[in-house]
T-cell receptor, first 113, second 116 residues
């Protein structure tokens, strides 16, 4: 079945540092890929998405590129802020029109001033 | 617009007791999802409704879990009897429609269940 693998956390960075959170996937067909963020005490929010190979999703300074050749969708941000501290989830839906999300285990990001 | 509402936010019960969670999706959203998120893991889909019909309940432990969505709006998820391994956060999400990744899922804050 489909699966998503993320790097384990926590990832601890200083403010203004560069962020990369790795995500790789296993899926048949042509899945759509997502990054969700969960701030403390809040529900999951969609951060960005990409629906086909070589697409780049971006939002709030975060970006990720759908790489089919490496089955990856790594999340990056050039300069993190304390307010970016949260848990980040990589996820996919099958490319067949179904909307069921398969999530990775999540990566906690801690940004210190 | 109002987001997905869930209640209660926290619940502590003893094993073998029963518990129910409530979800009110965003107005007009036809599709509703219940996920289970065990500590340290990503959310796992339990059941998906399209209006008041079940689309996917393949991962719902039907011997103890049940869910309904009467009138195609609010939904309740019930566990009876609860086991220790049911301790988790139960997330409700809704989307405009079922098909296609363009229909974003909006998540509620979740209900944290602790079974002792």
């Amino acid at each position: 079945g489909d699966s998503v693998t993320q790097m384990e956390g926590p990832v601890t960075l200083s403010e203004e540092a560069f962020l990369t959170i790795n995500c790789t996937y296993t899926a048949t067909g042509y899945p759509s890929l997502f990054w969700y963020v969960q701030y403390p005490g809040e529900g999951l929010q969609l951060l960005l998405k990409a629906t086909k190979a070589d697409d780049k999703g971006s939002n709030k300074g975060f970006e990720a590129t759908y790489r089919k050749e490496t089955t990856s969708f790594h999340l990056e941000k050039g300069s993190v802020q304390v307010s970016d501290s949260a848990v980040y989830f990589c996820a996919l839906t099958p490319g067949s029109g179904y909307s069921t999300l398969t999530f990775g285990k999540g990566t906690m990001l801690l940004v210190s001033p | 617009e109002a987001g997905v509402a869930q209640s209660p936010r926290y619940k502590i019960i003893e094993k073998r007791q029963s518990v129910a969670f409530w979800c009110n999706p965003i107005s007009g959203h036809a599709t509703l999802y219940w996920y289970q998120q065990i500590l340290g893991q990503g959310p796992k889909l339990l059941i998906q409704f399209q209006n008041n019909g079940v689309v996917d309940d393949s991962q719902l432990p039907k011997d103890r879990f049940s869910a309904e969505r009467l009138k195609g709006v609010d939904s309740t998820l019930k566990i009876q009897p609860a086991k220790l391994e049911d301790s988790a956060v139960y997330l409700c999400a809704s989307s405009l429609a079922r098909g296609g990744s363009s229909y974003e899922q909006y998540f509620g804050p979740g209900t944290r269940l602790t079974v002792t």
